[in-house]
């Protein structure tokens, strides 16, 4: 048995696609293996069979105060419902299979967080009802480039968490598929975005490309609105990325963080092949942001 987790999680964190040679953004092999992706590096670990070990009092207490299980539970049952909502409006076989299959993923995702939850007994807000989306192709990118920025900051503050202690190994071990997961997401999206822009006709990309900017805006917007929220929480002031690192480490600081998410997307998506396109503007922004940050001085 643990042969074939050893073997199942290889595997989806290594592909390469069988035909070679150069590939360019929007060919027929580059959309081989951006319907390919997924499916092919799929893990199939189960939810209910998931070992949420026994934590001690302290890690309990840390894990609980955590005030991120209601925004990361809700935010996985709006990504699911929206990546399905957009593959409802794809003809397309292949690509329809890829989408319906990564809002699958999504859902999985929410049932783990809601089965961590439940064994640690973390109270949550009810479910929202959520509409389905008006433009669905919006919906979508808003979904896809969210996580490629908070995939990039839960990479550093995850690995923060294993090496600190904060988190304990075991729990670690039993929550790691699902951090891999959202990487395959992202390198999904990345490769749709720049398949769809090199296949559309011309005279749309101007349109999609002011629909690109208009997301990013509205990603700002509403991580600000996410921040005000979770400062009216009972914990007090939650913003997961600033208060989140500080409770891992006495050792931590900007500086520290940021070369970590570097290391770690970096690592993450190795296993793939190279002739994906990664996402990079996380990346960029944070080696830009590193130029004016030292890191702090540790005082003896």
């Known amino acids: 048995m643990d042969d074939a987790i ?18 360019q953004a929007g060919d027929a092999t580059h959309y081989g293996m951006l319907t390919r992706l997924l499916i092919e590096t799929y893990n199939p670990y189960k939810p209910a069979v998931l070992n949420w070990p026994k934590l001690e009092p302290d890690a309990l207490a840390r894990i609980t105060s955590l005030p991120i299980w209601d925004i990361a539970v809700q935010t996985e049952i709006k990504a699911s419902m929206r990546i399905e909502a957009f593959a409802a409006t794809i003809k397309d076989p292949d690509l329809k299979a890829a989408l319906l299959h990564m809002a699958r993923e999504e859902a999985r995702h929410k049932d783990v967080l809601s089965r961590l939850v439940a064994a640690y007994d973390i109270p949550l807000k009810p479910d929202e009802v959520y509409k389905q989306p008006r433009d669905p192709e919006w919906a979508f990118m808003v979904t896809g480039y969210s996580e490629c920025v908070d995939s990039f900051f839960a990479y550093g503050l995850f690995e923060m968490a294993r090496r600190s202690g904060y ?3 075991e729990l670690v071990e039993t929550f790691e598929p699902v951090v891999q997961e959202e990487g395959r997401h992202i390198l999904f999206f990345t490769n749709w975005i720049a398949w769809h822009k090199a296949t559309m006709p011309l005279w749309r990309r101007p349109y999609f490309f002011c629909k690109i900017i208009a997301v990013w805006l509205f990603l700002i917007y509403e991580r600000i609105g996410i921040a005000k929220d979770v400062d009216g929480l009972e914990n007090g002031d939650a913003n997961f990325t600033v208060n989140g690192s500080k409770a891992l480490a006495d050792e931590m600081d900007p500086a520290t963080l940021i070369d970590i998410c570097l290391e770690e997307d970096k690592k993450r998506m190795s296993g793939y092949d190279p002739r994906l396109l990664r996402p990079t503007t996380m990346p960029k922004l944070a080696r830009f942001a590193r130029l004016f940050i030292r890191p702090k001085k540790r005082t003896v």
Do not use: E, K, L, V
Request: avoid cysteine; hydrophobic fraction near 40%.
């Open 6 to 23: 050893a073997t199942a999680d290889f595997n989806a964190r290594h592909w390469n696609f069988p035909q070679t040679g150069n590939i």
């Open 167 to 169: 988190f304990p190994p």
